[in-house]
């Protein structure tokens, strides 16, 4: 267009010193032209909303629209409701239907269009703290995205710090607390099976088998760090650990490689230098990122936090301890299914630095293969791999 305009001006305006009149009628056509070719630009330069998604998680409500680049914005929070004003937008029928969502945060929506803005009203169950962000597209998302929180102002889901009491000293003393992390979650649906089955969904039905099977056990008490499709940012999930006083790390995966031919279940416990094996890099980076909004929780040099639990998992005990849960859960594991690896492997995952805990990831087998990924689809074969992640933490304890 740019270009095309250049031209014209270069073929209309060019000196010419026995121009006569027909020259200032050419210089009125040019600019009807360009008025045109103008207008023309501007009426089909909208801003398209491809898509919306809603996540409801313990804490937040999640909005994310699928945009065109350089989307303009503003949000505003009211009484009981959220104003979400988008200049020049184009709604798509299919998104059009994907607006009415609700939950225990958002009651009810309205669409309303005022010359070239789109208003979108949500009617809340109370005021919420906002937050609103646009990222880029990544290998997974190819549209922009623009990401607006509601979270809730007193959230009393995970508490930062434990008051010690005398009952609650006993039940740290007499109750073994097991963390179960179900990988992904939310946007973050984590790999994508060969049948176009989701990781997300498999690792969460697997964690809530696990911690059933956990609580029906006297002495041991299981923790979730989800129980809905919600993601829970990596980082987070090591400090519901500590909250909780928990004395294990279960965190649940399925691999995907390119290959298909790869299959089994493997275990894997930290390793501050990162992967041991060139496969173990490939996983780590791919566990340790966030696709779900285009931000990475890999660790933060300058997260005093962060780093203070590298120094104490670093201790050789702590190594000693997860090594010696992830052989039993492996040799548990062996018996119900091929092994993909049959000795714990390490890598640098982000989940897997937890203070003071023993911790591994358990990849139950590559959802990447086609025998494998129905396997992890299969209710009964779901009950297999629970049971033997949990006769492996029994045999630990042993």
Do not use: C
């Not at 549209?143 to 102002?153: F, G, N, S, T």
């Not at 006993?170 to 649906?189: C, F, M, Q, R, Y």
């Not at 594991?333 to 358990?362: E, R, W």
């Amino acid at each position: 267009m740019h270009q095309l305009i250049k031209n014209l001006k270069h073929n209309f305006f060019q000196p010419n010193k026995e121009a006569k009149p027909p020259y200032l009628a050419g210089k009125m056509r040019f600019f009807i032209l360009l008025s045109l070719l103008l207008g023309h630009v501007y009426a089909d330069n909208k801003t398209t909303l491809f898509d919306f998604r809603f996540w409801t998680s313990p804490e937040r409500t999640r909005i994310v629209i699928d945009t065109e680049p350089n989307v303009r914005f503003s949000i505003n929070g009211q009484k009981n409701q959220v104003v979400l004003k988008i200049k020049n937008a184009k709604l798509l029928n299919r998104t059009y239907k994907k607006l009415f969502y609700q939950d225990q945060r958002i009651r009810k929506t309205h669409v309303k269009r005022d010359k070239n803005t789109l208003t979108l009203t949500f009617k809340t169950a109370k005021n919420y703290h906002l937050k609103s962000y646009t990222l880029k597209p990544n290998n997974r998302y190819r549209h922009h995205r623009l990401v607006v929180d509601l979270m809730d102002k007193k959230s009393t889901t995970i508490k930062s710090r434990v008051t010690p009491n005398k009952q609650s000293s006993k039940v740290k003393n007499t109750t073994k607390i097991i963390l179960i992390d179900a990988g992904h979650g939310g946007e973050d649906s984590g790999a994508i099976g060969y049948r176009h089955s989701k990781e997300k969904y498999i690792t969460l039905k697997i964690g809530k088998k696990l911690a059933k099977k956990i609580n029906q056990t006297l002495g041991m008490k299981a923790v979730l760090t989800r129980r809905g499709d919600y993601y829970v940012g990596l980082t987070k999930r090591i400090r519901i650990a500590q909250a909780n006083h928990a004395s294990l790390f279960i965190s649940i995966h399925a691999d995907s490689v390119k290959r298909i031919g790869a299959r089994g279940a493997s275990v894997y416990t930290l390793s501050e230098r990162g992967g041991s094996t060139k496969f173990a890099r490939d996983l780590e980076k791919s566990q340790n990122t966030v696709y779900q909004f285009g931000t990475s929780e890999t660790l933060i040099k300058d997260d005093q936090y962060l780093n203070k639990i590298l120094w104490d998992f670093s201790r050789k005990d702590r190594d000693i301890q997860s090594q010696k849960l992830g052989f039993k859960i492996l040799k548990r594991m062996g018996k119900i299914g091929y092994l993909h690896k049959k000795t714990p492997q390490k890598a640098g995952f982000v989940v897997l630095k937890t203070p003071f805990i023993p911790s591994v990831l358990v990849e139950t087998a590559f959802i990447s293969n086609p025998e494998d990924e129905k396997r992890l689809n299969n209710s009964k074969q779901q009950d297999k791999i629970t049971n033997a992640i949990y006769q492996g933490i029994l045999d630990y304890y042993k």
